[in-house]
């Protein structure tokens, strides 16, 4: 096999975070190497995987100069990773890319030549096909989002009010523009923040073809875990913390909105997309699930104490 040499300044850096992959690692590696666009370079990042994911990265490193591979000895989180793989990117243009998923191979040419031609484009992706974990087709997800207009409310308002699953977090994105985020936060769900948050920066484009290919196992840390369970997937240091995502998320919304340039006219109407979001009659409930949660652990952790102070209370009668 000929070895093929890395550039070292790429148009696209690819970003790979990686835990545990090696059921759909391959496929995932032979789609990005497939692509027809082939000024790019793919970082993996290995967060302390512990089964065969080390030897099919080094493998595909071994044969192909534009991947690097990097392992560490502690997983510090899905969060940490997604940022760390950024961090080392080098094109102009980055991508996340899911060791689960896969990609037609004009995937990288369509986004990439949308982005060369329209500097108010700061994402482009396509529409998506979801599969099985055979690969065999289960849909394909064709809701369409205002994400494409020139006013920044409208797009604020659709990536927020609007139900969809964020696959556009694994667009082409302006490296330039994503540098003005807070990337990837430890807490969910932050990819659905960072996507309001570019949203409110530029547009997005979608091709229409079905060119990204989604993966549903139930290995899938959306369908392995509930909602704040998933908290400590982000991050491991949220382990038993008492979580409140829908609180977080209103506020993540409202800084994004405040830390954004924007005129004031489009500043009031995104705070008119956000009284739509809080007047859903889920969110409502939602927000509410976060405070009866929360005094749920609390009581359960006050009746810890409580008989943990009982039972040292007993212990030291009984030793007089």
Same mark, same amino acid.
């Given at each position: 096999? =000929?070895r ?5 300044? +790429? ?19 032979? *789609? /990005? ?9 793919? !970082?993996? *990042?290995?967060? $302390?995987?512990?089964d065969?994911? +080390?030897?099919?990265?080094r ?5 192909? %100069? ?29 991508k996340?890319? %899911? ?6 191979? =004009?995937?990288?040419?369509?986004? @990439?030549? #949308? ?8 994402? $482009? ?10 690969g ?12 494409? *207009?020139?006013? #920044? ?6 990536l ?8 556009? @977090? ?7 523009v994503?540098?003005? =985020?807070?990337l990837?936060g430890?807490?969910?769900? *932050?990819?659905? !923040?960072?996507l ?34 998933? $908290?400590?997937?982000?991050? +491991? &240091? ?15 919304y409202?800084?994004? !909105?405040?830390? =954004?340039?924007l005129?004031?006219?489009?500043a009031?109407?995104?705070?008119? $997309?956000?009284?739509?979001?809080? &007047? ?6 939602? /927000?509410?699930?976060d ?9 359960r ?19 007089l």
């Amino acid at each position: 096999m =000929t070895r093929i040499v890395r550039n070292d300044n +790429p148009r696209v850096s690819i970003g790979l975070p990686v835990y545990n992959g090696q059921h759909y690692l391959r496929q995932a590696l032979d *789609s /990005l190497l497939s692509q027809t666009f082939h000024d790019f370079e793919v !970082i993996i *990042s290995d967060n $302390a995987s512990d089964d065969a994911t +080390p030897e099919i990265c080094r493998k595909y490193a071994a044969h192909d %100069a534009r991947i690097r591979y990097v392992r560490h000895d502690v997983n510090r989180g899905a969060s940490w990773n997604f940022n760390y793989v950024f961090g080392l990117a080098r094109g102009v243009y980055f991508k996340w890319h %899911a060791h689960d998923d896969m990609l037609e191979p =004009t995937f990288l040419e369509r986004c @990439v030549a #949308a982005l060369d031609h329209s500097p108010r484009v700061v994402l $482009a992706f396509s529409r998506t096909r979801v599969v099985d974990p055979d690969g065999n087709t289960l849909y394909t997800y064709d809701e369409r989002l205002r994400t494409d *207009s020139p006013r #920044a409310s409208i797009r604020f308002h659709d990536l927020i009010c609007v139900g969809h699953p964020c696959f556009q @977090v694994f667009g082409v994105i302006r490296a330039d523009v994503l540098r003005r =985020t807070p990337l990837i936060g430890a807490y969910v769900p *932050s990819d659905r !923040i960072l996507l309001a948050r570019l949203g409110l920066l530029g547009a997005f484009y979608e091709a229409p073809e079905h060119l990204f290919i989604s993966r549903r196992h139930p290995t899938q840390s959306v369908r392995a875990a509930k909602l704040r369970a998933r $908290a400590a997937w982000f991050d +491991p &240091a949220n382990e038993g913390k008492i979580v409140m995502p829908h609180f977080r998320t209103l506020y993540e919304y409202i800084k994004a !909105i405040r830390e =954004t340039p924007l005129p004031p006219d489009e500043a009031r109407r995104c705070y008119g $997309a956000l009284l739509h979001w809080i &007047a859903a009659d889920l969110n409502w409930a939602r /927000l509410g699930n976060d405070v009866v949660h929360a005094a749920r652990q609390l009581s359960r952790r006050a009746l810890r104490r409580i008989r943990a102070l009982n039972s040292t209370t007993i212990a030291r009668r009984n030793s007089l």
